[in-house]
C-alpha cells in the first residue's frame, strides 16, 4: 500500500536516529577554489567550515525519520546563502568526492550505541556503499580519487565512536541533489536495520534496491517516499553541477540584517519544508526557492550578547565546549595551550569553579587579569582528546553563577542578575609624569628634594599564577 499524503506521524522501522555532516566546496566563476572560512563560516553552526576550513560543512538535525534530517540540510543550505550579504550565492556550490585538492565526505550518524553490533552494522554498510559506487549512483574514480588524499578518507570500514553511536565515515557526498540523499540515507537506514550485507555480485542490483524499498513500503514511510521518487526519477546519480537551485536557496540577495544573530549547532528542519520535499519526491513538483525562517531561539541576539568562541581547526571534541552558549557583556573564547588557565577581565567566584572543575580537572590556574573584558579559558593539548572533559567544561562553563555565560536553550530564562552590575577588574596603567628638579620663587632658586614614585594600587581578583 502506498502513501498518498504527508504523514504527520510517520511510520518507522527504525527506533535509532539518523544524522549527517556532509560536506562540499565552493568554486568561483573561474574556476579558482574558494575556501569557506574566508567567507565567515565557523566550525560551531549548523553550516559552516571543517576542521580544515577550506570545505563547507552542513550538520544536520538528527531524526528517525530521513525526510526530516534532508528538511534540517535543505534549510541550512538555505541559511547558508544568508551569510555575509549574500556572499556565497556568487559562488558555484560543488558537491563531489575529491574537487582536485580536497575530498568531500558524506558522514552518517546512527544512533546506535551496542557495540556487540557494530562490526556487523559496519560490514553492512561497506557492502552497500559498494553497491552504490558499482551503480554508479556515486563517481568511482572521484571516491579512489579521495581515498588517496592525506589521511585516506573513504576507506571500508572508517567508523568514529560517538556519544550518539557512531558516524560511519566512508561515503562520499551526496549534496548534489535532494533525491541523491534522501536515497542514500534510506538505502543505509534500511539495510541496517534488516541486519544482513547485500550479495557480493547480484544479478540486478537496481532491482536489489527495489525489492528492499517494497520490502519496507507499507511499513516505513521513508521507504514508501523513496520508493515513490525511485520510480518517478531513476536512480539517483552524483553530479559536479551548481546544486543550490536543487535545494530551493534563493537566487536574489538577502535582506540586510542589522543585528546580531545567533546560529544553533544544527538547525531543525520547518515542516513546510518537509512538505516541499515530500512534494517533490512524491509529485516531482521543483522545491521552491525561499528564504528560511528560524526555527529556534533566539535568533536575534541583544545588545551586549554574543556566542561564545572557540580556536579554529581545532580537531577532536574542543568546539562541543562553546556549542549554543551565549555570554553577556565580555567577550568569552576557549583555547589550547599548555596547561589549563583562566585569563578574566572581570572578577570571577574561582574557588567556586575549580570545585565544580573538580572531577575532570586536576591543575586549574588563574593567571593576572586582562585589561579588556574578555574572558579567556586555555585548555592542555590532550583536554580536546576527551569527550568527557570537554562535556564537563560546557556545563560548568554554561552555569551562570560561575561565568556570565548560558546554554541557548535557557537564555529567554536565564538570571543575568549577578552580572548586571558588575564592575570590571582594572589593571593600573604606568603613569608618565615630568621630574621636579627645582622650585623657582622670585629670585631664589630652591632645589626640590627627590619624588619617591608610589606604585600603582592593581585591583586583582586573582592569585598570580595560584593554583586550586
Request: glycine share 8%.
Amino acid at each position: 500500500m502506498g502513501i498518498t499524503s504527508y504523514p504527520r506521524t510517520p511510520r518507522l522501522v527504525n527506533r535509532f536516529k539518523l544524522g549527517a555532516d556532509p560536506e562540499f566546496t565552493f568554486q568561483g566563476k573561474d574556476g579558482s577554489y574558494i575556501y569557506a572560512e574566508n567567507l565567515g563560516l565557523t566550525t560551531l553552526t549548523g553550516f559552516g567550515c571543517d576542521m580544515s576550513g577550506r570545505q563547507a560543512e552542513i550538520r544536520a538535525y538528527p531524526s528517525r525519520f530521513a525526510l526530516e534530517v534532508v528538511a534540517s540540510m535543505a534549510d541550512s543550505l538555505r541559511w547558508m546563502g544568508t551569510i555575509e550579504n549574500g556572499a556565497t550565492l556568487a559562488l558555484n556550490w560543488q558537491a563531489t568526492a575529491y574537487n582536485g585538492k580536497d575530498g568531500c565526505g558524506g558522514h552518517i550518524h546512527f544512533g546506535r550505541r551496542r557495540p556487540q553490533l557494530r562490526q556487523l552494522d559496519t560490514d553492512i554498510l561497506d557492502s552497500t556503499t559498494k553497491r552504490l559506487l558499482h551503480e554508479g549512483v556515486f563517481d568511482r574514480y572521484s571516491s579512489i580519487d579521495r581515498q588517496r588524499t592525506p589521511g585516506h578518507y573513504g576507506k571500508a570500514g572508517d567508523i568514529r565512536v560517538t556519544n550518539h553511536g557512531y558516524e560511519y565515515r566512508t561515503p562520499s557526498t551526496p549534496l548534489s541533489s535532494p533525491w541523491l540523499t534522501y536515497f542514500t540515507l534510506v538505502i543505509n537506514k534500511l539495510m541496517v536495520y534488516h541486519g544482513k550485507a547485500t550479495p557480493k555480485n547480484p544479478t540486478n542490483p537496481d532491482e536489489g534496491f527495489v525489492e528492499l524499498l517494497k520490502m519496507y513500503e507499507d511499513v516505513d514511510d521513508d521507504a514508501a517516499i523513496a520508493l515513490s521518487a525511485l520510480r518517478k526519477f531513476g536512480i539517483p546519480r552524483e553530479s559536479k553541477e551548481d546544486f543550490k537551485g536543487k535545494w530551493g536557496v534563493s537566487s536574489g540577495l538577502p535582506a540586510l540584517e542589522k543585528c546580531n544573530r545567533f546560529f544553533p549547532s544544527m538547525i531543525k528542519g520547518e515542516d513546510s519544508t518537509c512538505r516541499e520535499l515530500f512534494r517533490h519526491f512524491m509529485d516531482g513538483l521543483d522545491i521552491p526557492c525561499r528564504w528560511p525562517k528560524p526555527t529556534w531561539g533566539p535568533y536575534f541576539l541583544p545588545i551586549g550578547f554574543q556566542p561564545v568562541n572557540v580556536q579554529p581547526h581545532t580537531l577532536g571534541h574542543l568546539p562541543d565546549v562553546a556549542m549554543n552558549l551565549i555570554s553577556k557583556n565580555i567577550t568569552v573564547s576557549v583555547n589550547v595551550g599548555d596547561r589549563f588557565t583562566i585569563h578574566s577581565g572581570i572578577p570571577l567566584p574561582l574557588k567556586e569553579i575549580g570545585e565544580a572543575l573538580s572531577t575532570g580537572v586536576s591543575d586549574v590556574r588563574s593567571r593576572p587579569p586582562l585589561s579588556v573584558p574578555a574572558i579567556v579559558l586555555t585548555v592542555p593539548g590532550n583536554f580536546k582528546n576527551s569527550l568527557t572533559q570537554c562535556k564537563l567544561l560546557h556545563d560548568v562553563l554554561s552555569n551562570t553563577e560561575l561565568f556570565p555565560v548560558c546554554k541557548a536553550e535557557n537564555f529567554s530564562c536565564a538570571d543575568w542578575s549577578k552580572w548586571d552590575n558588575l564592575k570590571p577588574t582594572i589593571v593600573a596603567s604606568k603613569i608618565m609624569q615630568g621630574k621636579v628638579i627645582a622650585k623657582v620663587e622670585g629670585k631664589k632658586k630652591v632645589v626640590a628634594p627627590p619624588i619617591v614614585p608610589k606604585k600603582p594600587r592593581v585591583v586583582n581578583d586573582f592569585e598570580d599564577g595560584g593554583n586550586w
